[in-house]
């Protein structure tokens, strides 16, 4: 299909201007109830529902058919008994509905006898012109009507990814844990059986939608490879595809047979089918998600050399094994980079990559290190370890009793000179006046680095001069910073920095470095991986950055943003 065909033939699906929900039902027991529920409050068009039973469902009209719907209905979401549906979906084509959602299961995946109910179901909605979502699914999303077509309410947001489901439970796993990492979506179709519109069908609507970034996909089976792979070409040169497709082993083959009534396929023939295709293949949900906020978040690499920061050796140790063993390239640091470090660094740090500091105190010149190795032209990437670590330094200094009292009396002098000015100070934040604002944040980092983090004063300047580009060119972590920033100023007003007020130069910290990484990224134009130590610290960060929990996570999507970099690049020379 050229762009205007395929956009036309599903806009049904996608742009509804009526839903009529066939089953809906008063009984909080059946899908029907949560199917509508789903809907109620969230669909921008008429939403109706028929109920052969009740007058009322859910405090709304319902209808005893479709065909009673006093106005056209362009989107029909089916809850009934499998062996209703093939009537319902003739009175649809009586009716002229474009498109229908048949959430209802029991069709092939059960055996010969749903397969054949299918058909009928199928052979009707064919004849009629109905696009078919399903059956055995779990309902769709649409952002630009907000339409929430699920079999239960679901919580999704609009944003720039697009995911197709095979499998209900996997998708609704995925929308919820990108909610949770604060990225949405343009459309999600739980399509289960694919019976009507296919899986490729879907991808190659999505690649035409210029406000979806990434692609995602999971599949259990295809009818047509061939086309399938076709299609999923076309999108991957303008954006990238994620595919998910279990059934490695046989176990998981049956399990594919039983649940969607797909035939798994030859896992190898998969594997080269996608490689060709340039779908980049996952083996987990957290992995597709990890691959698709990292695809995002980041420019692709122009190759597989990697340089690696970390302020703890082992951490640092297993990031370059989990590195090698993903085909990066730990490379040799250049010359320059070993030289400014060598005058950067105590004695003791590791003189190589992973470049490890060695418990080093003074903070300044690991936060400047990055920047160093970025400036390489050697240098693809960086993968940039303890990121979010700061954020729990304040606490652990703050619960040591004495030893902190005395480690402010340093700080307390230092604000004693400022305290006179902590008004003025306050004015100039809310001016807008970025010169000035620059001013004061380097002031503060001079200030609180100086005191607190035994930090070289040639380095904090190099450092603040960085920080105070990058936070005057982010409206929204400048304001958080600042949020710390006041707080501080308040307690230099007071006379006396206390422990909420220590607590606050910490909280500085995480705007800072979001900042940091988002100026690296647009002015080096090389992805800066990040990474925690813990899962608890991983948490979608002001401006939507993820920091990965760990080694593996963070060079599994690195190596994947190369295998991409890699297909466009074979792709532009076979056009040649």
């Known amino acids: 299909m050229t762009k205007p065909e395929i956009v036309e033939a599903l806009k049904p699906l996608f742009y509804p201007g009526s839903v009529a929900v066939i089953g809906a039902t008063n009984n909080l027991t059946k899908w029907g109830f949560s199917t509508l529920s789903s809907l109620l409050g969230n669909f921008q068009g008429d939403l109706f529902a028929v109920n052969n039973r009740d007058p009322m469902v859910l405090e709304r009209k319902a209808y005893p058919s479709v065909k009673d719907i006093p106005a056209p209905v362009d989107l029909a979401v089916i809850v009934i008994p499998a062996e209703r549906v093939s009537g319902v979906m003739r009175e649809c084509a009586e009716k002229g509905v474009k498109a229908a959602v048949v959430i209802s299961a029991g069709f092939v995946e059960t055996g010969p006898a749903g397969k054949a109910m299918q058909d009928e179901v199928m052979a009707v909605a064919d004849a009629a012109g109905i696009k078919v979502v399903g059956p055995n699914c779990m309902g769709m999303y649409s952002a630009p009507h907000n339409l929430t077509a699920f079999m239960f309410p679901l919580p999704i947001m609009a944003g720039p990814l697009a995911l197709i489901s095979q499998g209900g439970n996997v998708g609704g796993a995925l929308v919820m844990d990108a909610v949770t990492r604060g990225v949405g979506f343009q459309q999600y179709v739980s399509c289960g059986a694919a019976a009507g519109v296919k899986i490729e069908d879907y991808v190659e609507y999505v690649g035409h939608d210029d406000l979806v970034k990434v ?94 920061t970390t302020p703890g050796g082992s951490y640092g140790v297993m990031c370059a094994d989990a590195c090698a063993s993903r085909g990066l390239e730990v490379i040799d640091l250049p010359r320059r980079a070993m030289d400014e470090f060598n005058r950067m660094f105590p004695p003791r740090w590791s003189h190589g990559n992973p470049v490890d500091p060695a418990g080093d105190r003074n903070f300044a010149p690991y936060l400047r290190a990055p920047e160093i190795i970025l400036e390489s032209d050697e240098v693809d990437s960086l993968i940039f370890m303890g990121f979010g670590s700061f954020s729990g330094i304040g606490g652990m200094i703050a619960s040591s009793g004495d030893a902190f009292s005395k480690g402010l009396e340093k700080l307390n002098q230092g604000l004693a000179g400022v305290s006179a000015m902590a008004s003025s100070m306050l004015e100039v934040l809310e001016s807008g006046d970025n010169e000035k604002i620059k001013q004061i944040i380097k002031m503060a980092l001079r200030m609180t680095f100086g005191s ?51 607590s606050s130069i910490m909280g500085m910290m995480e705007p800072m470095l979001d900042a940091l990484i988002y100026y690296w990224i647009g002015k080096y134009e090389k992805p800066v991986i990040t990474t925690t130590f813990t899962e608890e610290t991983s948490v979608v960060r002001e401006g939507g950055h993820f920091p990965y929990p760990n080694a593996e996570r963070a060079a599994s999507v690195l190596a994947r943003l190369v295998e991409y970099r890699e297909f466009l690049e074979s792709a532009e020379e076979e056009e040649k």
């Open 215 to 308: 692609v995602m996909v999971y599949i259990e089976g295809l009818e047509d490879g061939p086309r399938f792979i076709e299609k999923v070409r076309e999108v991957s040169r303008k954006k990238p595809v994620i595919v998910l497709k279990p059934g490695r082993t046989e176990a998981a083959a049956r399990a594919i047979s039983s649940h969607s009534g797909a035939l798994s396929g030859s896992d190898s023939i998969y594997d080269a089918a996608f490689k060709k295709a340039g779908a980049i293949r996952v083996e987990t949900s957290i992995e597709m998600l990890d691959l698709a906020i990292g695809l995002l978040s980041q420019p692709l690499p122009k190759g597989r050399r990697v340089v690696i």
């Open 452 to 502: 607190v983090m035994a930090s070289d004063g040639n380095e904090i300047e190099r450092l603040s001069d960085t920080v105070a580009e990058a936070l005057t060119t982010d409206a929204m972590l400048a304001g958080s910073f600042f949020q710390g920033l006041k707080r501080l100023f308040e307690s230099a007003a007071s006379g006396k920095l206390d422990a909420s007020g220590f």
